[in-house]
């Protein structure tokens, strides 16, 4: 197979990098071995040579589901072959990811995460099957979903304070709607329950998309929602935001309140996301898919339509930023679901 200028790039890195680590092994070698690379590195350096499956663990119309396929759309674009999402939904999002887990190394399965499916699920269930930094290789962190505390419009209490004060008056008697125990809607609305010592009444839907459902026809009062997964119930009226959870006002949301504005200055939330491979999965294909998704992000009007769209895009960094990331929001999450005392499931 011949062989090209960028494959040629890739071995003399990873040969010079593999010397300098391991100068007495990589001395006896020699130039048979070297040459036995270069089919193998031709053939990453062509990647994609097929479609691309992406995994989102997320119901369609949810926030993680609108940034994933803008991605895959750019993608797609980028590569000239198919990326095709599918929506694998159920048990916290560990279906999905126990899916990609399994499946081949080879560039070719894709998962779309997030913050509850790698940092959170480890502190939720006693037997995850799926370890988040053993059997997944972190590709590039896309972005935040920011959230928002949304509302009916029949709803008496049109801020977090009138909210807070009616919940202090009627302990319980406020329902708000997830998409289940611990999910990334749930668990807000335990840290404004904590934060703002009140009591309200859990009730889990299937998806966020039911649960928003639930607010618009009152079945439940409230819910923290990603914004980009209810922001046309918004613009239509159908549910009125009460605030936004992140750290500043959002640019699709001006007029709304954060959080910290409405009296808990420490309260931030949002839901990341980003793409992973199985386990194992070559550094050169990681490294690809990570070029081409900060690609994407650095485009002023991809961020825009991103933007527009209720999503925070991250800042382009390395798979290694990416996984020490992981890493820092498990120990984060580990506090939050303790502090909340949400227990574990077994």
Same mark, same amino acid.
């Given at each position: 197979m011949?062989t ?5 790039r890739?071995?003399h890195f ?11 092994a990589?001395h ?17 350096a ?13 119901a ?12 895959a ?5 980028m590569?000239?072959?198919g990326?095709v999402v599918?929506?694998?939904v159920g048990?916290?999002s ?13 560039g ?11 940092a ?7 037997k995850?099957?799926?370890?988040? #930094?053993?059997?997944?290789?972190? &590709? @590039?962190?896309i $972005?935040?979903?920011? /959230? ?6 029949? !709803? ?7 909210l ?10 406020i ?7 611990a ?6 609305m ?6 703002a010592?009140?009591?309200l009444?859990?009730?889990?839907y ?10 618009v ?5 409230v ?12 613009q239509s009226g ?14 699709? #949301?001006?007029?709304?309140?954060? &959080? @910290?504005e409405? $009296?808990?200055?420490? /309260?931030?939330?949002?839901a990341?996301?980003? !793409?992973v ?5 070559p ?28 999503f ?13 990331h ?6 984060r ?10 227990e574990?499931?077994?």
């Amino acid at each position: 197979m011949a062989t090209n200028h960028a494959a040629l790039r890739a071995i003399h890195f990873h040969w010079t990098r593999l010397k300098a680590r391991f100068p007495k092994a990589v001395h006896g070698i020699g130039a048979i071995t070297f040459a036995a690379l270069l089919p193998c590195t031709a053939s990453l350096a062509g990647y994609p040579e097929k479609p691309v499956r992406v995994v989102v663990p997320f119901a369609a119309g949810a926030g993680a589901d609108i940034a994933s396929r803008f991605m895959a759309e750019k993608l797609s674009a980028m590569w000239g072959k198919g990326v095709v999402v599918e929506n694998q939904v159920g048990a916290n999002s560990i279906i999905g990811a126990q899916q990609v887990a399994r499946a081949p190394a080879d560039g070719y399965t894709l998962l779309v995460p997030n913050d509850t499916t790698l940092a959170a699920n480890p502190w939720l269930y006693a037997k995850l099957p799926y370890s988040p #930094l053993k059997d997944f290789a972190p &590709i @590039a962190l896309i $972005g935040e979903t920011p /959230f928002v505390l949304v509302a009916s419009p029949r !709803f008496p209490a049109h801020s977090v304070k009138e909210l807070v004060d009616m919940a202090r008056a009627n302990p319980g008697a406020i329902n708000f709607g997830s998409s289940g125990v611990a999910s990334a809607q749930h668990l807000p609305m335990e840290m404004l329950m904590h934060s703002a010592n009140i009591k309200l009444t859990h009730v889990p839907y299937k998806s966020a998309s039911d649960a928003a459902v639930g607010v618009v026809s009152d079945q439940v009062q409230v819910m923290f929602a990603g914004v980009s997964a209810v922001l046309p119930f918004l613009q239509s009226g159908r549910l009125v935001a009460l605030a936004v959870g992140s750290a500043e006002r959002l640019a699709v #949301l001006p007029q709304v309140p954060t &959080i @910290a504005e409405s $009296g808990f200055p420490d /309260f931030r939330y949002g839901a990341w996301l980003g !793409f992973v491979a199985p386990a194992g999965t070559p550094a050169a294909i990681v490294d690809k898919i990570n070029a081409d998704i900060d690609s994407v992000l650095r485009q002023p009007a991809a961020r825009e339509r991103l933007i527009a769209l209720g999503f925070l895009p991250a800042r382009p960094a390395a798979p290694e930023a990416f996984r020490k990331h992981i890493a820092d929001e498990t120990v984060r999450y580990g506090k939050l679901i303790q502090s909340a005392g949400i227990e574990q499931s077994r």
